[in-house]
């Protein structure tokens, strides 16, 4: 599996989601809202998810083993940090 194209859109407002992303695998198949969180050691992501009858959250998609989970935050991460990098630049030049 092949993570072919990472879409971030930051969010500007203030609090704990930083971003709403979608991924493309292998030019083929896409799992859009998958949110970067602050959280207190730093970055991380969580799956698309849905309120179930009994008022907790499930994953719609996910990983199914921590290999795979790694792989597609270092990917989320890295577009992220590059969007962020991207934005400050545009502030300074403005």
């Known amino acids: 599996m092949q993570i072919t194209d990472v879409r971030v859109r930051r969010i500007e407002k203030e609090g704990k989601m930083k971003a709403i992303v ?32 009994d008022g907790e959250y499930r994953d719609i998609a996910h990983p ?18 590059m969007t962020a990098l991207e934005s400050q630049e545009d502030e300074t030049y403005a």
């Open 64 to 81: 199914i083993n921590s290999e795979t989970r790694d792989t597609i935050q270092k990917a989320i991460l890295t577009k992220y940090e």
């Open 22 to 53: 979608s991924i493309t695998l292998d030019n083929e198949f896409v799992i859009h809202d998958i949110k970067v969180i602050e959280g207190e050691k730093g970055l991380f992501i969580a799956m698309p998810s849905r309120k179930a009858a």
